[in-house]
Every structure is written in structure tokens, then in C-alpha cells.
């Protein structure tokens, strides 16, 4: 799976807007130019600060991944699951045995969302340099 900073990135943000930029200006001549303006623009943006910054991400989870000890290699799923027992707890034992909850502050949902990406992000990469090392060979 390669990057496509276009694709994957600002596309699905220049979209909404080009919706937005169709309801909200009636003559379509109009929006056609605001549009081709607005689409000018990002596409004149310097992204390698972006790329530069997900490839950095994606060698710090591949050298986690490869580590010596166990625990280097598998804390980030420790912590997920960590924070998935919370949340089963939470959500599910505590209501159907009266328990007290537990306090779920914003922060830990964001450490979530940012550990569940990398452990994608992370599958992502293990898996397309398993398939660029394959790609020198012949079945």
C-alpha cells in the first residue's frame, strides 16, 4: 500500500468543499471557477512535509515490529487492549451488574484512535515491504 497524499488526503477534503461551493453559489460558471481556483491551490501545496512525516511515523512502528524483546514488539497492543477492557468494562460490565464506571477522559479516546491507526498503518507498511521483497522473485 503506497501513499497517495492527492488520493488519500486532500481529495476526500476538497470534496465536501467543492459540494459546499456547488449549494452555495448558484451560477454554476461561477463555482466552476471557484472550484478550479480552490483545486489550483492545494495542488500547489508543498505535502513532503506530510509524506516526510508518515514515512517517519511508519519507521518508528517497523522498528517496534522488529524489535528483540516481547515487549517492545507488542506494547502498543497491550495498551489497546488496556484501553479496549476499559471500554468493555465500561460500557458493558458495569451497567449489567451496577457497578461504578470509570471515567473515560477525552485524551484517552484520543490515544485510542491514534493507536488503533498506527497498529493499521503499521500492518500497512509490514505488509507492502513483505510484498515490494517479494516482488524481486518468481512464484
Do not use: C
Not at 98 to 105: A, C, D, E, G, Q
Not at 110 to 121: F, P
Request: hydrophobic share 45%.
Amino acid at each position: 500500500m503506497s501513499l497517495n497524499i492527492w488520493e488519500d488526503i486532500v481529495s476526500p477534503i476538497i470534496k465536501p468543499v467543492f459540494d459546499t461551493i456547488d449549494r452555495l453559489i448558484p451560477d454554476k460558471t461561477k463555482a466552476e471557477e471557484l472550484k478550479t481556483e480552490v483545486q489550483v491551490t492545494a495542488m500547489n501545496q508543498d505535502f513532503s512535509k506530510f509524506e516526510n512525516l508518515i514515512n517517519k511515523q511508519a519507521a518508528v512502528i517497523m522498528s517496534e515490529t522488529q524489535g528483540k524483546s516481547w515487549i517492545e514488539r507488542d506494547w502498543r497492543a497491550i495498551a489497546m487492549l488496556s484501553f479496549v477492557l476499559v471500554v468493555i468494562y465500561n460500557y458493558v460490565f458495569a451497567p449489567m451488574f451496577s457497578l461504578p464506571s470509570v471515567v473515560i477522559v477525552h485524551d484517552m479516546w484520543d490515544l485510542l484512535k491514534i493507536g488503533i491507526g498506527g497498529y493499521v498503518v503499521g500492518t500497512s507498511v509490514e505488509n507492502s515491504v513483505a510484498s515490494w521483497k517479494g516482488k524481486g522473485k518468481t512464484s
